[in-house]
């Protein structure tokens, strides 16, 4: 996993450099002092919350809900698990609590050295042996950035030795005891000593794996193979999990789910204007370019409704959940569909239309699961489709309601007959539609009447949500669709 480096608004920028101190004893002159990564997690949250300042930037709907949690979890020192159905962020949020480290730690530069020992608190044999031994001037430090300090690994898959550690047998034939320290080759934990390890997908981890955490959690040592060996890490420990197999018997030792200080319970978001702050905010710099898109609300507002369809429907498993991804691909179709569009027609810019909508089944496929008690054989094509036409009546039935779109209406009422397609150019829906009545750009807030792309983009909506109304008839042939009264 790739880190990048987060820095807070108030540092200066020259702490965003490594310290001059080269040695301990120039360290030493620096006045630093040691802390334990959940002390310098507590200092530096404590300075921004008083500061004032944006703790957790790019995350929406969690104000009043699970940022509260994070919080006192944080204060209160505690390893976290983020329990919640998939898309609900708790990759990011994990990441982002680097943000409250150091810019940098000094650490002993050795090469025979395994970990980023604390220069005044070292706890490998090693480190306190070159402490002792050696005086402050000949003790070289090196300075490890925040970035480096985080590491994630996914459960499936993960064995003992991978984030534990295992016996060396290279050592052995050394002629190092088994039951020494030196013996160990260590996994991502004890490595990442002074830092923060995030599992994902805890109930995924098999029982010597939970032990082996529930070990370090608990005494904050590493036992491998049986042997003993004290060696007091220094880590904050974070675990994501799914509510249904995190809440199932026996796939979570209980031993280790009482020793997690803080369950923070994540949610997807609860209203429609925070699921589309969340697509603007992904996708926002995608739409400009030789080829740029500008999306009307109303298609915002479908998008994102059409995911809260399928959190509600009785056709899909609802236990899996269905992640803030399936908008995100979904509204990344829809663009690419306008901007096909707008450079075989040269129109710029591209406007998505509900047409565009066609192309769904490619980015929603795999991510919906069925519920194969009620779905009474229906296909996941099947699903979607009744998921996208119950969404569009709900999104033009508020319009409806709010604007009254009765004069728009009107025009459909003469006997008008409309082709759509995502590959028409915009004009022909212009030709077809020589009037555009002043309601028109009131309800939508776009500039209908002036674009023809947009012009079109809100016909073909009209059409839909008339059609959802049983207010006019649609037919399609070859890969066009027809609505004519």
Excluded at 309 to 336: E, P, W
Aim: hydrophobic share 40%; with cysteine.
């Amino acid at each position: 996993m790739e880190s990048t480096r987060v820095t807070t608004s108030t540092e200066h920028p020259a702490t965003l450099n490594p310290p001059d101190a080269s040695n301990l004893s120039e360290l030493m002159t620096t006045g630093w002092r040691s802390k334990t990564v959940k002390q310098e997690i507590r200092d530096n949250f404590s300075r921004m919350l008083a500061a004032g300042e944006e703790l957790f930037p790019g995350i929406v709907g969690y104000d009043d809900t699970v940022i509260p949690e994070i919080n006192l979890a944080l204060l209160a020192g505690h390893d976290m698990l983020f329990l919640g159905e998939k898309g609900q962020a708790k990759s990011r949020l994990m990441r982002q609590l680097v943000r409250f480290l150091d810019p940098f730690i000094p650490y002993i530069d050795h090469p025979d050295l395994p970990i980023h020992e604390d220069p005044l608190k070292p706890i490998s044999s090693l480190g306190r042996r070159l402490v002792q031994e050696h005086s402050p001037e000949d003790i070289k430090i090196a300075w490890w950035p925040r970035a480096d300090r985080y590491a994630e690994r996914l459960s499936p898959g993960t064995k003992f030795a991978d984030i534990i550690g295992e016996i060396d047998p290279a050592k052995l034939t050394a002629g190092v005891s088994m039951s020494a320290e030196e013996a160990l080759s260590f996994g991502l934990i004890p490595r990442l000593h002074r830092g923060i390890f995030a599992m994902n997908e805890l109930p995924e981890l098999d029982d010597l794996v939970q032990v082996g955490l529930f070990n370090i959690l608990e005494e904050r040592d590493v036992q491998i193979r049986g042997y003993p060996i004290k060696f007091d890490v220094d880590v904050m420990i974070l675990f994501s999990a799914n509510p249904a197999t995190y809440n199932r018997s026996g796939k979570v030792i209980p031993q280790l789910k009482d020793r997690i200080g803080t369950i923070v319970q994540t949610h997807y978001p609860r209203e429609r204007d925070q699921g589309i702050e969340i697509l603007q905010q992904e996708v926002g710099s995608d739409l400009g370019g030789e080829y740029p898109v500008h999306v009307p609300y109303f298609m915002y507002q479908i998008i994102e409704e059409i995911t809260n369809r399928a959190r509600q429907s009785k056709y899909i498993d609802q236990a899996s959940g269905v992640s803030a991804r399936f908008s995100l691909a979904n509204f990344r179709t829809i663009v690419a569909s306008a901007r096909q569009r707008g450079i075989v027609h040269n129109e710029k810019p591209a406007v998505p239309r509900i047409s565009d909508l066609g192309h769904l089944y490619a980015s929603s496929l795999g991510k919906l699961e069925l519920d194969l008690m009620g779905t009474h054989q229906m296909s996941e094509k099947q699903v979607l489709d009744a998921v996208i036409a119950e969404a569009i009546q709900i999104v033009f039935s508020e319009y409806i309601e709010e604007h009254g779109l009765a004069e728009i209406a009107e025009i459909f009422r003469g006997g008008v007959r409309v082709e759509v397609g995502d590959l028409l150019p915009s004009r022909q829906y212009a030709e077809r539609l020589q009037h555009v009545p002043p309601a028109w750009d009131r309800a939508f807030e776009v500039n209908a009447s002036e674009n023809e792309a947009m012009r079109a983009s809100c016909v073909e909506f009209i059409l839909a949500g008339l059609y959802s109304l049983d207010k006019i008839s649609r037919s399609q042939k070859h890969g066009k669709i027809h609505y004519e009264t």
